[in-house]
């Protein structure tokens, strides 16, 4: 069975720019969330959803973060405009249901340049 | 604020020996705990997890304790093993989600042959 995979696996942009990050949970597993470490601080939560809607989102940064859900499969975060401070690797997590495990991608490593 | 910390970012050991890696949560409301184990280039990967309504916990070659009286969380392995060798972060959830979890800044675990 496929983990939690995640696309691209690094991305380098220039500041102002926009980047799409990808996230395939494994089958079956309604709950979806987004972290991120930067500089090197502790992985910090951004958003989780239950299938396509969203549960909670207080720990998005600014409105320049946008997360989907479309269809309740893969998720989709976006970064528009990019800026410098975004740079840090970017995970995603998944989970049967809210009271088990969650298991985590690989993560997206993000460049800002 | 609310934190999970560790309380050394380093541990060497010995092939063979037994690793202790501790925890401190301030949160007493805190019903779940996880730790992860990640390795260069990877995401975090499922260790072992504890509910506050246990205080031990065991898996293969690996134990958890959970003392709520002075809420310290402790990962044990048993053996240790050069494939040990990796980053170990401890994180707490609150109850709304285990998925939703606060990390500690983690612990670099280092095994010589």
């Known amino acids: 069975e496929a983990g939690v995979t995640q696309f691209p696996s690094h991305s380098v942009i220039e500041k102002g720019q926009t980047v799409t990050l990808r996230c395939d949970p494994i089958?079956?597993?309604?709950?979806l969330y987004w972290y991120r470490r930067v500089m090197g601080k502790e992985i910090k939560f951004l958003l989780h959803?239950?299938?396509?809607?969203?549960?909670?989102e207080s720990g998005m940064p600014n409105n320049r973060f946008l997360a989907e859900r479309t269809g309740g499969t893969y998720s989709t975060l976006k970064v528009q405009p990019a800026e410098l401070e975004d740079s840090g690797v970017y995970f995603c997590?998944?989970?049967?249901?809210?009271?088990?495990?969650?298991?985590f991608g690989q993560g997206t490593r993000l460049t800002v340049v | 604020g609310e934190s999970v910390g560790l309380h050394l970012p380093t541990l060497s050991v010995q092939e063979g020996d037994n690793s202790i890696i501790n925890c401190a949560y301030s949160?007493?409301?805190?019903?779940?705990f996880i730790w992860y184990k990640q390795e260069s280039g990877k995401g975090p990967q499922f260790i072992i997890d504890?509910?506050?309504?246990?205080d031990k916990r065991q898996g293969q070659r690996v134990t958890v304790l959970l003392n709520k009286t002075v809420k310290h969380l402790s990962l044990q392995i048993a053996a240790t093993q050069p494939g040990d060798s990796a980053v170990y972060f401890c994180?707490?959830?609150?109850?709304?989600?285990?998925?939703?979890?606060?990390f500690g800044q983690g612990t670099i675990l280092t095994v010589h042959p």
């Open positions: 959803f239950v299938k396509e809607s969203k549960q909670d």
């Open positions: 949160n007493s409301a805190s019903d779940y």
């Open positions: 504890i509910r506050s309504n246990m």
């Open positions: 994180a707490e959830s609150r109850g709304t989600s285990y998925g939703k979890l606060t």
């Open positions: 089958s079956g597993h309604d709950n």
């Open positions: 997590a998944s989970s049967i249901s809210v009271n088990t495990e969650a298991f």
